[in-house]
């Protein structure tokens, strides 16, 4: 993952990792674009005996949690880097790089692990890069660059070129080809594995040597090196499921019954996504509970006017993660009218879910700023941050991202204090999901407002033949003075890496997804779209998939209900032949 450089506002104090330095105002010193010190006569070699202990270099950005889980989940202890020599001294390092490349360059050289990392890695120890992990490896990114990096591999990290229509960033579910033995890779060809980021590397004779599988998204570019002991991958097999279970049970040397004997694969692409949804809530009793709703309204209207309870939010997405969900979503819409990060049940339910669960995590609903009793004030940043390392993956942002919206809409002016903003600048714009939730406005002709219109399959009550879709905030109990198109085109400009996109209309109903309003989202934006609110049948994700170009489509009562999620998976898989 990437994004743009950390600044001393990026990240609160009571927040950072051990590793992660207070960044000064005035940049300091440092610069990001030295390269790794060659310096190392002061450092010296020693393996740990310690064959059980896995040694994690986190340097405090983003979600690492689940690394975390997967390691403990196949029998590993793990110990953290504090210092230089923690590294050179470990018996099997892991990287999990997330974050922005120029920020984690300045971790590493600040603290002096540049050089530990580079002496590891060339004296052949055993090591694995994730994402930025590998990344870092090459010698330099044009991300807010150059940028040098470790240098140990040739190779320039750049971004995806969205100008011919690829949505960027790489989101999703997609295969790799392999090009040479590697062992931790052995059986995946043909499988999927998740992939998330803006930049890669191409390969090139230079590199040739080190590559171990290439992935196509657009264009070829390195999905995995190997050479010795050395290994980095650009996708996340701590997010891949089992596939990605058996890479790590892999390179730890491990026998675990827990990882499943993979199927024959037949992937080819990247996949559409099927994601799960869990809508929570405290009941009446505060209890944190799964409901679903009707055009957002989650009452039962009987029986004491109660809030529905489908089950247990932890329970549920072991569940769906079980039957095969690509992903999973929490929203939780008790918007946490007190103060978020006191949330305690929501972040357990996190901390929880992610140590059995691995594809990745969204929680959203109520990520903006916070003064608490005491007069502390939290900024969205903190907040995001607290559920990064609870176990998120990506932070959904609804209400907030609309006002902001349209405060730029305005006065044309980026000011990088919106929560949008700050997130993405610091974790990288794929970890930031914005929620529309427009609600249908019927009209007789694309003159009579000044939004972007679509001419509608169904005609409106009156013959209309036209709607646009009015943007909502506070669940949908609030219009507000702006468009889907409108808000989707202005908060991909602000930093947003997917849209979630509801219908207030459609949710609840189980007649399918608004096809209309999807077909206009997804044409007018470059970053991947999530369609959501409607689907009642199998048949309903089949229409979104073949009739628009959604990456994804997301669902809650349809799966709350029983009806099987493997039965759809079927359909998915079908379909991303049919499209191929």
């Not at 590993?76 to 997330?98: H, M, T, Y």
């Not at 090591?127 to 591999?153: A, D, H, T």
């Not at 491990?254 to 809508?279: E, P």
Request: glycine share 10%; aromatic share 8%; proline share 4%.
């Amino acid at each position: 993952m990437e994004a743009p450089p950390l600044s001393s506002s990026g990240v609160a104090s009571h927040l950072r990792s051990p590793l992660l330095p207070r960044l000064s105002n005035t940049g300091g010193t440092w610069n990001p674009r030295k390269p790794c010190s060659k310096s190392k006569k002061h450092l010296s070699i020693r393996a740990s005996s310690q064959d059980s202990t896995v040694t994690l270099l986190d340097y405090g950005a983003g979600n690492v949690r689940s690394v975390r889980n997967a390691i403990r989940y196949l029998g590993f202890d793990i110990k953290d880097v504090q210092k230089p020599e923690d590294i050179l001294s470990a018996n099997r390092l892991v990287f999990p790089g997330v974050g922005a490349f120029a920020a984690a360059m300045e971790v590493l050289n600040q603290n002096g692990m540049a050089d530990a990392l580079c002496m590891y890695i060339e004296k052949d120890r055993p090591f694995l890069g994730i994402c930025l992990g590998l990344q870092l490896l090459f010698e330099s990114s044009e991300e807010n660059g150059p940028v040098k990096g470790l240098g140990l591999i040739p190779g320039v990290v750049g971004r995806f070129d969205s100008s011919s229509g690829l949505r960027v960033p790489h989101i999703g579910w997609n295969t790799v080809q392999i090009t040479k033995d590697s062992g931790i890779l052995d059986d995946i060809e043909g499988q999927h594995v998740y992939f998330v980021h803006s930049y890669r590397v191409l390969p090139s004779d230079a590199n040739k040597d080190w590559i171990s599988s290439t992935c196509n998204y657009g264009e070829s570019f390195i999905s995995s090196i190997t050479r010795g002991n050395i290994h980095a991958v650009q996708f996340h097999p701590e997010k891949s499921g089992d596939v990605g279970l058996s890479i790590l049970r892999k390179f730890l040397n491990t026998s675990s019954s827990k990882t499943k004997k993979l199927a024959c694969g037949k992937a080819s692409k990247l996949a559409k996504r099927v994601i799960s949804c869990l809508d929570v809530r405290t009941n009446d009793k505060g209890d944190l509970v799964v409901t679903k709703g009707d055009q957002y309204d989650v009452r039962e209207h009987r029986d004491g006017d109660e809030v529905r309870n489908l089950g247990k939010p932890v329970e549920l997405a072991g569940q769906y993660y079980k039957d095969g969900a690509d992903e999973v979503s929490f929203l939780n819409i008790t918007g946490f009218r007190d103060f978020p990060l006191g949330d305690l049940p929501m972040l357990q339910v996190l901390r929880c879910t992610s140590e059995n669960v691995f594809v990745p995590l969204t929680v959203g609903g109520g990520i903006r700023d916070f003064t608490d009793g005491s007069g502390r004030h939290y900024s969205s940043l903190e907040v995001a941050s607290e559920y990064f390392r609870s176990g998120a993956d990506k932070i959904s942002i609804g209400s907030d991202a609309v006002l902001t919206a349209e405060e730029y809409l305005r006065t044309g002016v980026k000011t990088g204090k919106s929560s949008l903003e700050q997130i993405s600048r610091v974790y990288g714009n794929q970890a930031v999901v914005v929620s529309i939730d427009p609600r249908r406005m019927y009209v007789r002709s694309p003159d009579d407002v000044e939004f972007k219109t679509v001419k509608v399959t169904t005609p409106g009550p009156f013959g209309e033949e036209y709607a646009w879709y009015q943007c909502t905030v506070s669940g949908g109990r609030e219009g507000r003075p702006i468009g889907a198109y409108e808000l989707a085109k202005a908060v991909e400009e602000l930093g947003a890496g997917e849209i979630l996109l509801n219908c207030i209309d459609c949710d609840g109903q189980g007649q399918g997804f608004d096809i209309d309003l999807i077909k206009l989202i997804s044409e007018a934006v470059t970053i991947p779209v999530i369609a959501s609110s409607g689907a009642g049948a199998v048949e309903h994700f089949s229409e979104v998939f073949k009739k628009t170009s959604a990456s994804a489509a997301l669902a809650a009562g349809i799966f709350h209900r029983k009806e099987t999620l493997s039965k759809l998976k079927q359909e998915a898989v079908q379909i991303n032949l049919e499209l191929v």
